[in-house]
């Protein structure tokens, strides 16, 4: 997902039949993981098999968005439409509670403000006709 290009652009997913349910579900600000029937655990980015077992009984399950900071760092450029406009931006890669770790983007903080293992929770933004999960801090634990 998110390699790109359509229209000039760099953000945007690229859905197909199977990853279609998620962007669905985070159109509506839902957050979806796949969990293994076989091993038992989550993972992140969807795919049709569990990266930990090979199992194909692996399904749907919605997320609560919360998740702990891992690590992050300042982008101060990417010549990638539309990011050029957007930096400097915090990438950062997050661990939900259910498991999986995600490649993401945390917004409305200062990147001197983040701190390991700092609670964050999942917020959607527009990207075209999508929406895409970013994190945010948590202002309650
Ligand atoms: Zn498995």
Redesign the pocket.
């Known amino acids: 997902m998110g390699s790109g290009g359509a229209g000039g652009r760099f953000d945007l997913p690229e859905a197909d039949a199977f990853s279609r349910t998620y962007w669905d579900a985070a159109a509506e600000g839902r957050l979806l993981v796949r969990r293994?029937?076989?091993?038992?655990?989550a993972?992140h980015y969807p795919r049709e098999f569990?990266?930990?077992?090979?199992?194909e009984?692996?399904r749907w399950e919605q997320a609560s968005g919360r998740a702990t900071l891992y690590t992050w760092s300042v982008v101060h450029r990417n010549d990638l439409p539309p990011f050029g406009e957007r930096v400097p931006y915090v990438a950062a890669v997050v661990d939900l509670v259910e498991g999986p770790r995600l490649m993401t983007e945390v917004v409305e903080s200062e990147a001197g403000d983040l701190r390991v293992g700092m609670a964050v929770e999942a917020v959607f933004r527009e990207a075209g006709e999508f929406r895409v999960p970013v994190f945010r801090v948590c202002v309650a634990p």
């Open positions: 293994c029937g076989a091993c038992g655990r993972h569990c990266p930990h077992c090979w199992s009984d692996v």
